[in-house]
């Protein structure tokens, strides 16, 4: 086992890679800077600590996103296998306990002997190494190393920030008046809801339009993702639009009433305990303390302690469709791939897809063989390398996997039965596409 992979970066991307590298024979060697260096936004030393949501969205697999997380598993991907195996229930979502999911991670790869972790920052790209480098260092790649990387490129990065949720103890809760319940499930469902009327509601969006905000710096712009809005931002595009984003009441009825109430604000699992719950939707760039004070205002959450206050980031990516070729490899510079959403994908999965795919890659170049070529673009890991290596430049957007990047279907389908056509349809190209890597000279695995 002489092949070596270097990977930059111990999120899901770089861990992914690191595991893909590694089952395929090569050495890794893995480069993380927790614990001596945190970014604003990380608290944890393990590798993989997912730093907004614990939720990786939909688990339906006749989703875009259901359909990538199915062909990830069909791929042995170890952010997925660590995902199952500290699932919380979260309704039709995937949630994790992210404490034990990033210690499944650390202790996956730490059990690999081909797998050397090293806890050291590295501020700007190495000119060589021994095999491929794997650029892997997120949307909070330090500015340093950002500047290596537009160094090499020519080109500025591009950013936009994305905002995070504040989290809340179960205990400081008003059970008497927050509810259990998922949107149109019978039972008790998965979500505590807090209700709210008419008053209530116009009361909170006045306070959060006259709430104080965390102001950019100098070097920053506000350029949010469209998928993870501001609620204040969301507000200042009308005041109802909270209501028919992530405060939908629709199939959510209060169960003391047995009506739907004017507005709902929806708490998920944090952890399997249930001591700690998400404000789901609820990502804002309000300080502090007036967080504590707007927040305080949603019925139940009078007493609300809150164990993380939201807060705001910036996501730094580079224009894919210049930068990179279809194996993520940078077209200045052969011998480093980019991973994660550094590359223009959005999302907990589609960076961990995007590791995957890299880390497949850099063991063949590695191992002095042809990397194979992409998933076919009618599967979720294709359109989504389509999307980031061939889109026009000029409109180039990072985005989540959805179905609007994908080929149109082979056959005419019904609306309602387009996921489960796609689904049955990308499992059959993905695993045609495996077996002709298997069967070929490139040895896959």
Not at 50 to 58: I, K, Q
Not at 136 to 159: E, H, K, M, Q, Y
Not at 425 to 440: F, K, N, P, V, Y
Request: glycine fraction near 8%; charge should be neutral; proline fraction near 8%.
């Amino acid at each position: 086992m002489t092949a070596l992979v270097t990977i930059i970066g111990g999120g899901l991307a770089g861990c992914e890679a690191a595991w893909q590298a590694a089952r395929r024979g090569c050495r890794v060697r893995l480069f993380e800077m927790k614990p001596h260096r945190f970014s604003p936004a990380h608290t944890m030393p393990e590798l993989g600590e997912l730093v907004c949501s614990n939720s990786l969205r939909s688990a339906d697999p006749f989703s875009a996103i259901g359909l990538l997380k199915e062909e990830m598993r069909l791929l042995d991907s170890l952010v997925l296998a660590a995902a199952d195996a500290t699932r919380v229930p979260a309704g039709r979502a995937l949630a994790v306990d992210r404490q034990r999911f990033a210690h499944a991670i650390t202790t996956a790869l730490e059990g690999l002997a081909a797998v050397e972790i090293v806890r050291q920052e590295v501020t700007e790209l190495p000119p060589s190494a021994d095999g491929p480098i794997v650029l892997a260092t997120g949307p909070l790649s330090s500015d340093r190393i950002a500047a290596s990387l537009v160094a090499l490129t020519g080109r500025d990065n591009l950013a936009f920030y994305d905002a995070i949720a504040p989290i809340v103890s179960a205990d400081s809760l008003d059970r008497t008046v927050v509810y259990q319940a998922s949107r149109y499930d019978d039972g008790p469902g998965d979500y505590l809801n807090c209700p709210m009327s008419e008053a209530e509601y116009f009361a909170f969006i006045e306070a959060l339009k006259n709430a104080r905000t965390v102001p950019l710096r100098d070097f920053e712009s506000a350029a949010y993702f469209e998928g993870c809005l501001p609620i204040e931002v969301m507000v200042e595009r009308g005041d109802h639009t909270l209501r028919f984003g992530p405060m939908k009441p629709v199939g959510l009825p209060d169960p003391r009433t047995g009506d739907e109430p004017f507005a709902v604000v929806q708490l998920r699992k944090e952890n399997l305990e249930g001591s700690a719950y998400n404000m789901v939707g609820f990502q804002t760039k309000l300080t502090y303390p007036e967080q504590e004070r707007v927040f305080r205002m949603i019925p139940g959450m009078a007493q609300a302690e809150f164990l993380r206050f939201g807060s705001i980031h910036r996501n730094t990516f580079v224009c894919g469709p210049v930068v990179l070729t279809p194996t993520l490899q940078c077209r200045q510079r052969p011998d480093l791939l980019l991973a994660g959403q550094l590359t223009g994908v959005e999302g907990y999965v589609e960076s961990a897809a995007m590791g995957l795919w890299a880390g497949i890659v850099a063991s063949h170049l590695a191992r002095g063989l042809v990397p194979p070529p992409p998933p076919p673009p009618d599967t979720a890991h294709g359109a989504l390398i389509r999307h980031v290596t061939e889109t026009d430049p000029k409109r180039f957007q990072p985005s989540n996997v959805n179905f609007g990047l994908f080929p149109p279907l082979q056959r005419k389908t019904r609306k309602r039965e387009r996921g489960r056509a796609r689904h049955e349809q990308a499992i059959q190209s993905l695993t045609a596409w495996g077996q002709r890597q298997t069967d070929s000279a490139s040895s896959f695995r």
